[in-house]
């Protein structure tokens, strides 16, 4: 109930592609999807974030897409640069109850020139 | 505007050891969260605090961890009698309120030798 999966595992996308991750959830309570990126020997960071009252959000080269039926959610990096390689991880969590963050398993990212 | 603040960023302890790691949350920010990294995983929950009160530790060991925020001073995750399976990294977070999002710090990187 508590889980998010993401896929894949790790991606290799050329300079200047588009670079696509998905997650998928399962406790429909869950209400703020965050997407962090983290770079080797650092923290997670905040990307972007999205509520399901929206199907998409974009900051910049950076678009969540939200599909609450299908309880779905991908990020997706347009124009994809070598400094994007990170691992990038989706997490869920819901308002009510505790406010913990439920994290997918991380996808590592490699833009190659 | 310090970010969150952890210490030590690094930390060896021998196996039965006591483990103590530090975290100092964004000023202002009263909510902490503790995280839990092992190598090529996500991040899994352990314990949120809020200033001297422990909200929800349904993610920590019953046994040999314990976590505090105190009134005064940064938040401790304490570890006892440490054992090979405890080397990870150790992620604190913290938010001005439950609708925010996280601010992560670096990290501690125990290794139990």
């Known amino acids: 109930q508590q889980q998010v999966k993401q896929s894949p595992q790790s991606l290799i996308v050329q300079k200047g592609g588009i670079s696509i991750i998905n997650c998928a959830y399962e406790?429909?309570?869950?209400?703020?999807f965050p997407w962090y990126q983290q770079f080797p020997g650092k923290g997670p960071a905040l990307l972007i974030a999205i509520r399901p009252d929206v199907s998409e959000k974009k900051e910049g080269r950076f678009t969540i897409s939200f599909n609450k039926s299908a309880k779905q959610f991908s990020l997706h990096i347009m124009d994809s640069q070598p400094g994007d390689s990170a691992t990038y991880f989706c997490?869920?969590?819901?308002?009510?109850?505790?406010?913990?963050?439920?994290f997918g398993t991380g996808t590592r990212l490699t833009i190659i020139p | 505007n310090a970010g969150v603040m952890q210490n030590p960023r690094h930390l060896v302890r021998r196996r039965g050891q006591e483990a103590r790691l530090r975290c100092s949350p964004v000023?202002?920010?009263?909510?902490v969260y503790w995280y839990r990294q092992l190598p090529e995983e996500g991040l899994k929950f352990m314990v949120y605090?809020?200033?001297?009160?422990?909200?929800?530790e349904s993610g920590m060991p019953k046994e040999r961890f314990s976590a505090e925020f105190p009134k005064e001073g940064p938040s401790i995750l304490r570890i006892q009698q440490v054992v090979r399976g405890d080397s990870a990294a150790y992620f604190c977070?913290?938010?001005?309120?439950?609708?925010?999002?996280?601010?992560f710090g670096s990290g501690t990187r125990l290794t139990v030798v």
């Open positions: 000023k202002g920010h009263s909510h």
């Open positions: 406790n429909t309570a869950f209400d703020y």
């Open positions: 605090l809020q200033k001297e009160n422990i909200i929800d």
């Open positions: 997490a869920a969590r819901a308002s009510f109850g505790n406010e913990k963050l439920t």
């Open positions: 977070a913290s938010s001005p309120s439950r609708d925010y999002g996280y601010t």
